[in-house]
């Protein structure tokens, strides 16, 4: 029943999240989604990871966004992955993780939810490190229950804000 949850929840508005498009001749595309699968699989705790570390450096360096990018891609190292660098003015563009976190509605996803400097929660133990493969049953596991509920959480807070907005909903 956990998987065919899991099945379904990928289907809802909480497992999606808006990203920037750029126009390719006629048709549109996300080079954020289409790149960042070889660095993440697709995780997005990964993903949040990599995007928490090039905002809190943006942040911490008190340049503009044009500055900070020129500065780190004249520094040449390889802190941020390669799909971070390219969707960097985008990322950017929120400023702050605290913002970044608040405006996606992504609370759901930290170690502490109330936290918006909260860390990314890792779906599970050592993910951040290099154990990327669910083929374990204890990953699996610790992976589906804890992203079923940040699903069902997030898109709460989606459907709340929604309901704010819109009030025939």
């Given at each position: ?129 290099g154990t990327v493969s669910t083929k374990d049953e204890n990953n699996l596991s610790e992976f589906l229950t804890f992203v079923n509920q940040a699903i ?18």
């Open positions: 029943p956990i998987f065919k949850d899991y099945a379904k929840l990928t289907h809802t508005v909480g497992n999606f999240i808006p990203v920037y498009a750029i126009k390719n001749n006629k048709n549109w595309f996300s080079p954020f989604n289409s790149k960042r699968y070889k660095s993440t699989y697709d995780y997005w705790d990964l993903t949040l990871n990599h995007i928490k570390v090039i905002l809190n450096d943006f942040m911490n360096s008190n340049d503009s966004i044009e500055i900070f990018l020129e500065n780190t891609m004249n520094n040449n190292t390889f802190k941020y992955k390669k799909y971070i660098i390219e969707s960097a003015k985008w990322i950017l563009s929120f400023k702050t993780w605290p913002n970044f976190v608040e405006k996606n509605f992504l609370q759901s996803f930290l170690e502490n939810p109330k936290d918006l400097t909260s860390e990314p929660k890792e779906f599970w133990r050592n993910h951040f490190k069902l959480e997030r898109s709460s807070l989606i459907y709340k804000q929604l309901k704010l907005n819109y009030e025939f909903l």
